[in-house]
């Protein structure tokens, strides 16, 4: 099985175009105010029109108004809808789009639980959880806590980099991973050999995992 691979939280055009050409699956916009990482409709316009067929495009809430996501839905050819709150399955689904839900891994948090109630969901994203944000912390959690088994495919995140995604894909065996602060020179800002450098580690990692079998 190859490795999906998101990388989140794009502001820039030609980094989302580099981030394509070196083989990420799909790119994460972010459609959140308090993020440094947001992006307004006419930004986001001019990234997704840019990209090259066959990458996703992903928009990510967090709590947003209905009437936010049903904008940026009407104006933006979005794939994929990522809810990053506290958003209720019904809310997830009300808008009859594909959708993720992620899932901040605080104590006592039941995997299977929460796959249980967001049946719907395309997958579930796995993140660290931290009191004052929403994502993007660049902080690890203990991967230990994932289930080896779930009915909803497991997208990993939270302080990967090209450093330790190796490491990830040995341990957790991801459907997929998703990557933004790792693979950046300061927060929104992609820096091209680190997305590069993280593409090819699970390039390399399929690959060998490929010829073993």
Known sequence: MRTRVKICGFTRTDDAL???YYGADAIGL????????????????????ALP???????????????????VLNRIPIDLLQFHG??????????????????????G???HMVAKEYAAAAGLLLDAYHPAAKGGTGSRFDWSR???????????????TA???????????PYGLDVSSGVESAKGIK???????????????????????
């Open 86 to 107: 506290d958003e209720t399955a019904d809310y997830c689904r009300s808008f009859a789009r594909p959708y993720i839900k992620a899932v901040r891994m605080r104590d």
């Open 18 to 20: 580099y981030a394509a």
């Open 191 to 213: 820096e091209t050999m680190k997305v590069k450098a993280f593409l090819q580690e699970v390039q390399t990692f399929d690959s060998a995992r490929r010829t073993t079998r």
């Open 163 to 173: 450093e330790n995604v190796r490491l990830a894909l040995q341990t957790v065996g």
């Open 146 to 160: 994932i289930p080896s088994e779930c009915d909803r495919p497991i997208i990993l995140a939270g302080g990967l």
């Open 53 to 71: 067929p066959f990458v996703s495009v992903v928009g990510l809430f967090v709590d947003a108004a209905e009437k936010q996501v049903r904008e």
């Open 109 to 111: 948090v039941d995997v």
């Open 30 to 49: 972010v459609f959140y105010p308090p993020s440094p990482r947001h992006v307004d409709i006419e930004q986001a316009r001019c990234i997704v029109s």
